[in-house]
T-cell receptor
Framework: GAGVSQSPSNKVTEKGKDVELRCDPI?????LYWYRQSLGQGLEFLIY????????KSGLPSDRFSAERTGGSVSTLTIQRTQQEDSAVYLC??????????FGQGTRLTVV | RKEVEQDPGPFNVPEGATVAFNCTYS??????FFWYRQDCRKEPKLLMS???SGNEDGRFTAQLNRASQYISLLIRDSKLSDSATYLC??????????FGDGTTLTVKP
C-alpha cells in the first residue's frame, strides 16, 4: 500500500486479556516507531526499530509491553494482561534515512 | 530534561494574527528538523522540514538556530483551519526522530 497501515483500527478488550496490534510500514522504510497517545496528551515514545540493529526499547512502560519486527517489515506490538491505563491510541510510524516519518491512522485501544 | 521541549500553550489567537512557536532540543548532534501538524483525533502529518537557512511555505516560515539549539515556526495571517497541535521533531545522527509534546493553537473568528 501507499501508506502505513495499522490494524485493527479499534480494539475493545477486557482487563487482563492480551492484545496484539499490527503495523505494516511503507515498503522500503528501514525505521519503524511505536507511540502511544492518550486523549489530549502528547506522543509517548514506546519503541524504535532501525534496520537490523537492536531495537530501542527505552520507552516501553512495563514488561507487559513487547514488540517485534519480522523480516524488517511488519511489526506487532503486544500488550499482556491489559490494564485500564493501557487505553489509548497506539500509533505506528515508518521512515527512511532520506524521508521523514509517516504515521498510520492508529489503533484505538479501550480496556474495559 | 526532555530531548525536545515545546511550550504546550494553548495559544488562542484571532483570525489574521501572526503566531510563533519555539522548540528547543538538547542534542547538539541533531541532524534534521521538522514541524508536524496533528488535528484532533488524527495522526500527525508532516507540515514542513526546517533548513539551516530558514524556509518558507506560503504563510508558514520555519527557522533553525543551531548555536542556541532551537527551531521556530511562524504562522502569518492565521486561518481558522490552522487550529491544530504543532509538533516539533528532531532527528539525530543515528536516524531516530524525537517528537516534542506539541503546542496547541486555536484560531478564533
Amino acid at each position: 500500500g501507499a501508506g502505513v497501515s495499522q490494524s485493527p483500527s479499534n480494539k475493545v478488550t477486557e482487563k487482563g486479556k492480551d492484545v496484539e496490534l499490527r503495523c505494516d510500514p511503507i515498503s522500503g522504510h528501514t525505521a519503524l516507531y511505536w507511540y502511544r497517545q492518550s486523549l489530549g496528551q502528547g506522543l509517548e515514545f514506546l519503541i524504535y526499530f532501525q534496520g537490523n540493529s537492536a531495537p530501542d526499547k527505552s520507552g516501553l512502560p512495563s514488561d507487559r509491553f513487547s514488540a517485534e519486527r519480522t523480516g524488517g517489515s511488519v511489526s506487532t506490538l503486544t500488550i499482556q494482561r491489559t490494564q485500564q491505563e493501557d487505553s489509548a491510541v497506539y500509533l505506528c510510524a515508518s521512515s527512511s534515512s532520506r524521508v521523514e516519518a509517516f504515521f498510520g491512522q492508529g489503533t484505538r485501544l479501550t480496556v474495559v | 530534561r526532555k530531548e525536545v521541549e515545546q511550550d504546550p500553550g494553548p495559544f488562542n489567537v484571532p483570525e489574521g494574527a501572526t503566531v510563533a512557536f519555539n522548540c528547543t532540543y538538547s542534542n547538539s548532534a541533531s541532524q534534521s528538523f521538522f514541524w508536524y501538524r496533528q488535528d484532533c483525533r488524527k495522526e500527525p502529518k508532516l507540515l514542513m522540514s526546517v533548513y539551516s537557512s530558514g524556509n518558507e511555505d506560503g504563510r508558514f516560515t520555519a527557522q533553525l538556530n543551531r548555536a542556541s539549539q532551537y527551531i521556530s515556526l511562524l504562522i502569518r495571517d492565521s486561518k481558522l483551519s490552522d487550529s491544530a497541535t504543532y509538533l516539533c521533531v528532531v532527528k539525530g545522527n543515528a536516524g531516530k526522530s524525537t517528537f516534542g509534546d506539541g503546542t496547541t493553537l486555536t484560531v478564533k473568528p
